[in-house]
């Protein structure tokens, strides 16, 4: 009877120490998010993004880094190209086959440059090795790939090519539905990878995917994280229980990407600087560097003549430059959001009425009545 009860207690001990039934624990996912990258084979022009002149060099110097830092997974959420030639497809390739060569998972989704000139099927004979998947939409290029306890959904949002914006079709709409509750059949989150952004605007117009139903859909499930790009600019968004991310320009100062970590129960996203000393050619940070600084001065001339044409006295137009040069400094780094209150200033106020005569005005007043998230760190728990 004594060793019946010491039997039964193991038996109990043991019961209540082991995990609940169907939970299975994952090692953390590591992941490098890339967008717009932009590149070219060629001499490309550096007259909006002078950076851009140098961006093979710039290209190759990411991809180092990328091989030095060693994530499961290097993501590249369209506008791969600045063109959408097949040469500078098949060039940009031979870089993401030395990360693949080095045991990093590519993933590459189309944006609209990419379709610029060449079709689906072009584009999946030029990057078929990087858009394998444990599951693929027969409409489109969008795909499905596992990793720990995660779905990566890399969404083609490019179905209309006489458009900048990203629209779904009803075949691909029900594809990603059915994979989604797959997902939650299996148990696995779902990290929703697009080049277009997709929650929507302050007004509740949709984001620039046009899909209305999409937000909806994506929080019934609900999706962990949406990774988006297209719009060059750091910034992290939020609708209800639903996050987005959307990624810088590298070529852009201060020439970002991301790093992601998806664990079990923590997500947590860094927005961070290539870094062209070290995996640059020997000039190249302080090259593009100097490129930054005539860009940012370029601009300055631009919004100057501008105020001039908007009748703005000398002594207004040197409060406002410094106004704009404070922001798009902040709208760079993604600290829109820490500077909230600086907007609220009379001056700003002032500014704002002078510029809704313009293409800026309402740009900027979209950009600033976003919620106020800090656009470089993101964590969550789930």
Known sequence: MKRFLLLLAAILLCACSAPAAGAVEHAPVSAVIVSDLHYTAGKASGQIIPAMTRIDELTQAMIHEVIALKPDVLILTGDNTNSGTPADAEQLCTYLQEAADAGIRVMVLPGNHDYDHADRTVLK???????????????????????????????????????????????????????????????????????????????GTPGSITNPDLSALLQRYPVALCLSGHQHSQVILQHRQLYEIISGMPAMAPHPYGRLVLGDRHITYDAVSLDLHTYGSADLADAIQEMDTQADNQLQEALGVMLKEQQVSQKEQEIFLSLLKDYFAWYGNGQIADHSDAFRSPEWKKLLTVLDQTNYGPWIRAVISRPPLPSRHLELDR
């Open 125 to 203: 004979e030029l990057y078929g090795a990087f858009m394998q998947g444990d599951a693929a939409d027969p409409h489109s290029l969008s795909y499905e790939v596992r990793l720990g306890g995660y779905a990566l959904l890399a969404m083609d949002d490019h179905t209309d090519t006489t458009s900048s914006y990203g629209t779904f079709s009803d075949g691909t709409m029900d594809w990603l539905q059915q994979r989604l509750k797959a997902a939650a059949a299996d148990g696995l989150q779902v990290i929703f990878l697009s080049h277009h952004n997709v929650i929507p605007g302050p007004d």
